[in-house]
């Protein structure tokens, strides 16, 4: 068999969909030189549809009757607010804080939201395309199930928090809280050297549990649901083989819509889940131990 009519087994398809067009190969599990061309190409994109679209409804906005997109723009905008107003009392750090963390929900549900496409809509494109320009074929369009991507922003979330808690603590106050919580301190020389050590590595293991617990649960979501719509992809392939393919392919379509409504309900429940730790991750940057 050539290798032009070779046909993909289930488990080649799903390897061959989980693979980023990469600069170079990867070769270990932790590769800063290997950038996942892909996840930042389609991150700046959407990135730029959304400030564009946050930038229109500013400009735009009027105070009259405000047409369907202001209105939807300032329900999203009110939520977000009233949000940030419960979690962050500094008004001026909600004026940085606010709209951050509106770019970081609609953001979010714009990566979130390509898991929505046809699975091999972009990808068969891609199959022309690529090689044509001397690309491998590989392309992933979920940014979100790039733990690169999801890292990433939870990475940023921490260097905000860092920043906060010098901001508003002043560098002396965040260093002391470092070594003097959460198990305090004691009178004792010796006692007060132990628990500033003990207190230190706490204060490191929570910030470092934060940020990979931030990353990884939007990561984990968004990678199960690429790969449950890959298997229904995969159920409608068979369904179009099978003998009985039209008892597959009715199956095919149910499973694929009830999915598809499911995970508009993830999609969204994702963004809003990494938007309130960011708020409130950055509230406990404004509050003293």
Not at 32 to 48: A, C, K, R
Not at 110 to 132: E, Q, R, T
Not at 152 to 173: A, E, H, P, R
Not at 191 to 217: D, P, Y
Request: proline share 3%; charged share 10%; net charge neutral.
């Amino acid at each position: 068999m050539s290798a032009e009519s070779h046909v993909l087994t289930p488990g080649e398809y799903i390897r061959h969909h989980l693979v980023h067009l990469q600069n170079t190969k990867q070769t270990s599990i932790i590769d800063f030189s290997v950038i996942n061309i892909d996840s930042v190409v389609v991150n700046i994109i959407l990135g730029m549809l959304v400030c564009f679209a946050l930038y229109s409804a500013a400009r735009k906005a009027t105070s009259g009757v405000p047409g369907r997109f202001q209105a939807a723009v300032e329900i999203l905008f009110e939520m977000v607010d009233n949000q940030a107003k419960a979690v962050i009392h500094n008004a001026d750090s909600r004026k940085v804080v606010g709209p951050m963390a509106l770019v970081v929900f609609v953001w979010i549900f714009m990566m979130n939201f390509m898991d929505m496409l046809p699975v091999d809509l972009l990808p068969s494109i891609w199959h022309k395309v690529g090689p044509a320009m001397g690309f491998p074929d590989y392309l992933r369009v979920v940014p979100s199930a790039d733990l690169s991507t999801t890292l990433g922003l939870s990475s940023s979330v921490l260097l905000m928090c860092l920043f906060y808690n010098i901001k508003i603590k002043g560098l002396g106050g965040w260093t002391h809280e470092l070594v003097c919580a959460p198990f305090g301190t004691s009178k004792n020389p010796i006692w007060a050297v132990l628990l500033g050590v003990v207190n230190f590595m706490m204060q490191m293991i929570e910030f470092v549990a934060k940020t990979v617990s931030h990353g990884m649960r939007l990561f984990g979501n968004m990678f199960a649901g690429e790969l449950v719509f890959m298997l229904i992809a995969l159920l409608g392939g068979y369904a179009a083989m099978s003998l009985s393919g039209g008892l597959f392919f009715v199956g095919h379509i149910i499973a694929g819509t009830v999915w598809t409504l499911f995970h508009i309900l993830v999609i969204t429940l994702q963004a809003f889940i990494f938007m309130m730790l960011t708020l409130i991750y950055l509230g406990q940057a404004h509050d003293a131990h």
